[in-house]
């Protein structure tokens, strides 16, 4: 099957830091690889940096033009922006009947929800509504960053529900962040686990060993016990 | 009250300006830039006086000197990691500084506070022309600079070119305030974008509501300053920035009650 995503050798520095330290992975069409790692891992900034946000050494090589989808972790410098939901869709140039389609996809029924601000609603409601907002335009691939905080763990759990199914209905690519270790064992076709460098790299079976998994944490686990010293 | 053709174009000039002010103000709230078109009224001086030395249009002399600086602001965000605010604050003093020097002293208060009493009927033209097509390019960049003041990531993915909108979004400030510098003055003219705009914002829910009341507060403080200067025979620039402040504070009652 055709790679949608090549990256090799990437390293991104901020200040002569490597944040991402030669990392290296492949995407196929209509795979997912899900991303975890200890906080400031360079996780999300891999993802920033794949959407062209942030500059880097190495190679990025998407199938050509290839229609990306992302979810950030946050939007919204405040909450009181006068902006209502169906204004944030139609910065898309769509008719509302796509907007509809996109809000049901997520399990978004009640259309009372595009008259609110986009400040106002839970974060688990924004998380839906970033997703279809995503969707819209058939993208080839999603970018999923999860939030650190926000979401109860009811709503966590019904959002990777939601993008299984997602990602069976539109066979999408996906790359997914998170720190929920077991979201890869239910949802992953490979697993990237990295702390700036890759630690493991493949299907979650082979790669996910209790060694690798106390390399990857193991590190911030006696960090945490220094600073009570 | 004698109703002159100076009153009219004075009254015209003042409602397209404050108008296209309003809406611009709206968007630059959003981007966190509320201190940028105070910042760029300094920024004017400088031309201003040149021009008023000179025996110039003063728009024509805040507009040169505001290109120049809207571009160098917009070089050094590029190229340095500092925020617009922080470039905006020095270059504003330093063009402070200069303006202090150069404005005559019998004219500087017409350039800190504005004069629109002696308009002519091509400066009422040209202010019409170019208030509207600042609107048109406003209403073209104002979604996509929206987004990207949501997100510059959902932006990116968005194919927009967000280093380009700004350019073009600094520049359209630009020509607003060069235009507004004449009716409220230098000083003030940060007042005149910002205000209308924070006050709509109090009780908007969403961007046509915000966008429609910024730029309706902004066409009446004008109108209303002006024709309170006819009756006081107060400087028209600080009656329509006290006006735009009257709405502000009926905004805010309006929502608390």
New interface residues.
């Given amino acids: 099957m055709q790679n949608i995503l090549e990256v090799k050798n990437l390293t991104v520095s901020f200040n002569n830091e490597k944040v991402i330290d030669n990392l290296s992975f492949n995407l196929k069409k209509g795979e997912n690889l899900v991303v975890v790692g200890p906080n400031a891992a360079g996780k999300t900034v891999l993802l920033r940096t794949l959407i062209g946000m942030i500059p880097f050494e190495g190679e990025i090589k998407w199938q050509e033009n290839v229609k990306i989808g992302y979810v950030p972790q946050r939007i919204l410098p405040e909450k009181n922006i006068p902006l209502s939901i169906e204004e944030f869709f139609n910065f898309k140039k769509i008719v509302p009947e796509q907007t509809r389609k996109a809000l049901q996809s997520v399990g978004i029924n009640d259309l009372s929800v595009l008259k609110k601000k986009i400040g106002v609603i839970s974060s688990g409601q924004l998380q839906r509504i970033l997703i279809a907002w995503s969707l819209i335009g058939n993208p080839e691939i999603l970018l999923f960053d999860e939030p650190l905080s926000g979401i109860d763990i009811e709503g966590e759990e019904t959002i990777y529900n939601l993008l299984s199914q997602i990602e069976k209905e539109r066979n999408l690519a996906m790359i997914l962040i998170t720190h929920d270790l077991s979201v890869v064992y239910k949802f992953a076709d490979s697993v990237l686990c990295m702390n700036k460098k890759v630690i493991c790299y493949g299907s979650p079976q082979e790669a996910l060993t209790p060694q690798k998994l106390s390399q990857l944490y193991g590190g911030e686990i006696k960090l945490y016990k220094h600073a009570h010293h | 009250m004698p109703i002159t053709n100076q009153f009219l174009f004075s009254l015209i000039t003042a409602i397209f300006v404050g108008g296209v002010a309003g809406c611009l103000g709206s968007l630059m709230i959003?981007r966190?830039m509320a201190l940028v078109g105070d910042a760029l009224g300094h920024v004017a001086l400088p031309g201003i006086g040149l021009a008023l030395l000179l025996g110039l249009n003063v728009s024509l002399g805040a507009f040169v000197f505001l290109l120049v600086g809207v571009l160098l602001i917009w070089f050094l965000e590029k190229k340095t990691n500092l925020a617009t605010e922080t470039l905006v604050g020095v270059i504003f003093v330093l063009s402070l500084a200069l303006g202090f020097l150069i404005t005559p002293q019998p004219e500087l208060l017409e350039a800190l506070i504005g004069d629109i009493s002696k308009v002519s009927l091509l400066d009422t033209s040209v202010s019409i022309i170019l208030s509207i097509f600042v609107l048109y390019v406003i209403t073209k960049i104002y979604?996509?600079i929206?987004?990207a003041?949501?997100?510059?990531?959902?932006a990116?993915?968005?194919r927009i070119n967000i280093s380009k909108y700004n350019l073009i979004y600094l520049l359209v400030i630009s020509i607003i305030v060069a235009l507004g510098v004449k009716v409220v003055g230098s000083l003030l003219i940060g007042a005149l974008v910002i205000i209308p705009a924070a006050a709509?914002?109090i009780f908007?829910?969403?961007?046509?509501?915000?966008v429609f009341w910024s730029a309706l507060f902004g066409v009446l403080s004008c109108a209303l300053g002006i024709l309170l200067s006819q009756i006081t025979h107060f400087p028209v620039g600080p009656l329509i920035i006290l006006v735009c402040i009257l709405f502000f504070i009926i905004s805010l009652i309006f929502k608390k009650s």
């Fill in positions: 959003t966190r979604s996509k929206m987004l003041s949501i997100s510059e990531d959902l990116a993915v968005s709509s914002r908007s829910t969403n961007m046509r509501q915000y």
